[in-house]
Nanobody
């Protein structure tokens, strides 16, 4: 059974960093494009980063460019999101999601393109 489990969230001061992980089980990760999304209180879920099946292409929302880095380790069936220089507006629940694809370099930040989702991990940025 396909399962995605996020971890690594927490409470951090502005300017701090976290490393979010998404552990995938039930299928080999190498056939999938991965996306990271977040949902702030009272707001719709938005795409923040994604990585292609090959790992060779990534995409970031403008609000996180230069601060967030997505990576994947297919051997560990795990995807990571390194989040640096956090701001209060980064607060929210962070979700990983997968999309099976035959194309190695496709990327997307559109929620509708993803089929399976984790339960999320809370990130709170506050002093």
């Amino acid at each position: 059974q396909l399962q995605l489990v996020e971890s690594g969230g927490g409470l951090v001061q502005p300017g701090g960093s976290l490393r979010l992980s998404c552990a995938v089980s039930g299928f080999p990760l190498d056939g999938y494009q991965i996306g990271w999304f977040r949902q702030a209180p009272g707001k719709e879920r938005e795409g923040v980063s994604c990585i292609s099946r090959s790992g060779g292409r990534t995409r970031y929302a403008d609000s996180v460019k230069g601060r967030f880095t997505v990576s994947r380790d297919n051997a560990k069936n795990t995807v990571y999101l390194q989040v640096n220089n956090l701001k209060p507006e980064d607060t929210g629940v962070y979700y990983c999601a997968v999309r099976k694809t035959a194309f190695p370099d496709v990327v997307s930040l559109l929620e509708k393109d993803y089929t399976d989702w984790g339960q999320g991990t809370q990130v709170t940025v506050s002093s």
